[in-house]
């Protein structure tokens, strides 16, 4: 039997010709665009905790995060993590997923928390107590103001952290900043265990 798809990046259909879509339940991209999503599974250290990059951050990965955050086109929010999803909802359903701060107007802008919205399928529990105190966008900050993203965030509800096996996920990893702002952030509510998992990795940054 073959099962006829449309892709929800380029929307054309496709059939699946690969063992590892097969053996998927669901497939949204079709191999054209499944391939242009380049597959890195890095992993590496942040403050000595082990972190998963996921995939590079191409410019088809920014125009796809574009077309989704930006443009606010929710129906490509399970794309991100579809290549994954054996990997995510095995092992880590026992995880509880600490989510990047936006802040609450940007939240509210966009209409969903596009953080959350790419987990939901998987069922894995969330926790989204970290927030940034005004608004303000990384890419407009300074190099000493990156630095010092710390004082502009803050934790709240952070006692539900305690004991448990705590995941820091973020779509897009720059200088890490964010990421080693929330690992200071949770430290003090002793979780079990902390890893982080990041979408993409940018690996030159563009001086635009
Ligand atoms: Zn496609």
């Not at 955050?69 to 600490?98: H, S, V």
């Not at 902390?194 to 563009?206: E, P, T, W, Y």
């Amino acid at each position: 039997m073959v099962t006829t798809n449309i892709c929800k990046c380029c929307f054309k259909t496709f059939t699946l010709d690969t063992i590892h879509s097969l053996m998927k339940e669901t497939n949204y991209l079709c191999r054209k665009c499944q391939e242009q999503l380049i597959q890195l599974n890095l992993k590496g250290k942040e403050k000595g905790f082990k972190i998963t990059f996921l995939y590079e951050y191409s410019a088809f990965f920014r125009e796809i995060l574009f077309r989704y955050k930006g443009c606010g086109d929710l129906e490509l929010a399970p794309i991100f993590l579809d290549y994954y999803a054996n990997y995510i909802q095995y092992r880590f359903r026992n995880w509880l997923f600490i989510l990047a701060p936006s802040s609450k107007e940007r939240i509210s802008a966009r209409g969903f928390s596009h953080l959350e919205e790419i987990l939901k399928p998987y069922h894995l529990n969330t926790f989204s107590g970290i927030t940034k105190k005004q608004d303000f966008k990384q890419s407009d900050l300074s190099l000493e103001a990156r630095q010092n993203i710390l004082s502009k965030l803050e934790i709240i509800d952070g006692s539900k952290l305690s004991g448990k096996n705590a995941m820091i996920f973020d779509d897009v990893y720059t200088t890490g900043a964010t990421i080693r702002a929330m690992i200071d952030l949770i430290l003090p509510y002793q979780p079990r265990k902390i890893q982080v998992l990041v979408l993409a990795k940018v690996f030159k940054i563009d001086e635009e």
